[in-house]
C-alpha cells in the first residue's frame, strides 16, 4: 500500500514509519517539522496543501498522526486547538472522502472525564474535561461523520523516542542521571502507559483486517505516575539509592484540567482477538534497558 503520514515528525511516527516500511509499504512523510531529510512540509491547517499532496499522491491510506498534544498550550490557546486537531483533521477528512482514501486518525484517552473507576472501552460515552480532549473528540465526529472506511484509534499515556520524548518517563530518567536522589511523582491521577513501538505493531496489524470503528490501543495495567516513577528507578539499577514520594496533583498546578483517570481497556480488541499490547512494565523495562546508556 502506498501511505500518506501526517506528524512524521513525532514520537509515534519514529515507530510507526520504520513498522509500515518493514510490512513492504511506500510511506511519504508529512510534518510542519522537517526533522528529517525525507519529511516533505504541510500544514494542515491549510486545506489547499491538504488537498494537493492527497490528490497528487493519491494514496491507499493517510495515517494522521499529526496534533497538538501540548494540553496545557491547548487550554491556554484553545483557537490553536481546535484549528490543529479539529479542523486540521476535518481538511484531512475532506481530502480522503474526495480522493476515496482510507482513513487512520489517532486519538486520546484524553476524551473521557475521568471519572470513572474503571478503565474506559470503546463503549463508554466521552465527555473531555479539558479543550484538549475537546478538541481531539470533535476530530472523531468528524471522521465517522465523513468517511465510512476508517480506524480511530485512541492511545493513552505515549512513551516512546527517547530524546524526541519530553514527557514523563524520559524528564525522569534524565533527572536519575543528573544524581537526583528524591523524586516526587503524582500518586492520584491514573492511566494507561503506551509504548509507541507497540502500539506501532498492533496498529500494523489491526488495518489489514479491515475492520474498521473505533479502537483503544493502550499497554495492559494501569498505574499512576508514581506507580511509573517506582519502576524507572528499579528499572535503572537504583533501588535503595533513590527515593519516589508520592505526592498529590495539587503540588504541580496545571493551567488544564486533568481527571482522575485516563485508565483505559482495550476492549475490542480484546473481542476480536487483536490485543497484541503486552503489559506497560515489561515494555517500560525493555525501553529503560534499551536506552538508559545513551
Not at 468528524?142 to 472506511?149: A, G, S, T, Y
Not at 480511530?152 to 543528573?178: P, T
Not at 475492520?211 to 483503544?216: D, E, F, K, N, T
Request: aromatic letters at 10%.
Amino acid at each position: 500500500m502506498k501511505i500518506v503520514v501526517t506528524g512524521a515528525a513525532g514520537m509515534l511516527a519514529a515507530e510507526v514509519i520504520p513498522e509500515l516500511k518493514r510490512g513492504g509499504h511506500e510511506v511519504v512523510s508529512f510534518d510542519l517539522n522537517q526533522r528529517l531529510p525525507d519529511i516533505q512540509a504541510i500544514d494542515i491547517r491549510d486545506p489547499g496543501q491538504v488537498f494537493d499532496v492527497v490528490g497528487k499522491i493519491k494514496p491507499d491510506y493517510v495515517f494522521h498522526l499529526a496534533a497538538e498534544t501540548n494540553v496545557d498550550l491547548c487550554e491556554q490557546d484553545r483557537d490553536h486547538a481546535f484549528k490543529v486537531n479539529t479542523f486540521g483533521t476535518e481538511n484531512i477528512a475532506l481530502a480522503c472522502q474526495k480522493f476515496k482514501v482510507k482513513l487512520v486518525y489517532i486519538s486520546t484517552a484524553g476524551v473521557f472525564f475521568g471519572d470513572k473507576p474503571e478503565p474506559y472501552t470503546e463503549f463508554d460515552h466521552p465527555r473531555p474535561a479539558n479543550i484538549y480532549g475537546e478538541s481531539k473528540l470533535q476530530g472523531e465526529h468528524i471522521v465517522r461523520n465523513f468517511l465510512c472506511e476508517y480506524f480511530i484509534v485512541r492511545a493513552g499515556w505515549m512513551v516512546g523516542g527517547w530524546e524526541i520524548d519530553k514527557k514523563f518517563v524520559y524528564k525522569i530518567v534524565q533527572q536519575l542521571k543528573e544524581g537526583k536522589a528524591e523524586l516526587k511523582a503524582v500518586s492520584d491521577k491514573f492511566g494507561t502507559p503506551t509504548f509507541t513501538k507497540d502500539f506501532a505493531r498492533n496498529l500494523a496489524a489491526l488495518v489489514p483486517t479491515g475492520r474498521y470503528g473505533l479502537y483503544h490501543m493502550a499497554n495492559k495495567g494501569t498505574c499512576s505516575r508514581y506507580d511509573i516513577a517506582v519502576k524507572i528507578v528499579e528499572f535503572m539499577g537504583l533501588s535503595g539509592k533513590v527515593r519516589v514520594s508520592p505526592v498529590s496533583s495539587d503540588a504541580f498546578p496545571l493551567p488544564a484540567p486533568r481527571g482522575r483517570s485516563e485508565m483505559m481497556r482495550n476492549y475490542r480488541l480484546d473481542l476480536l482477538g487483536l490485543n497484541q499490547m503486552p503489559h506497560w512494565e515489561d515494555s517500560l523495562k525493555g525501553y529503560i534497558h534499551l536506552n538508559k546508556n545513551k
